[in-house]
């Protein structure tokens, strides 16, 4: 790993996490009963993640950079989801006593996002000559 690549990885860092910054605070005014914010960062970024690792892989129609990929999955996608938030609210969910809107968290937010990653993933595939991979290397995985 050179020292370029790393800042590539942390530019992409730093824009994912201001788009979830300024996501969140768009998502405000419906987030009353749930995180709404971070669920459709969640979602989007599964969706982001699950698209862009199978549209440019190496071997397809589409190949990008491993650079750029890292830019995107592990930098844009890192900074942009927010599973440790996610974790937090549904604690507070629970220590507040309202199980069921915790466990309506849990359920959309797991459910939503693996359903994103395949969409993107199906989308791309259809794209890309009908990939099967979305990762190529270890590291993309880490997004």
Excluded: K
């Amino acid at each position: 790993m050179s020292f370029s690549t790393c800042l590539v990885i942390m530019a992409g860092g730093a824009l994912g996490t201001l788009a979830r910054y300024l996501i969140s605070l768009l998502a405000l005014p419906i987030s009353g009963d749930l995180p709404w914010g971070t669920i459709i960062i969640n979602v989007t970024g599964s969706f982001v993640i699950g698209f862009f690792g199978t549209l440019t892989l190496a071997h397809g129609r589409y190949p990008m950079p491993e650079t750029m990929r890292l830019f995107v999955m592990i930098g844009l996608c890192g900074g942009y989801t927010t599973f440790s938030s996610f974790s937090l609210q549904t604690l507070d969910l629970m220590r507040s006593g309202a199980m069921a809107r915790a466990l309506v968290n849990i359920v959309a937010s797991v459910v939503l996002c693996v359903g994103a990653v395949a969409l993107g993933h199906a989308l791309a595939a259809g794209l890309n000559g009908g990939a099967r991979q979305i990762a190529q290397v270890a590291i993309e995985e880490e997004g």
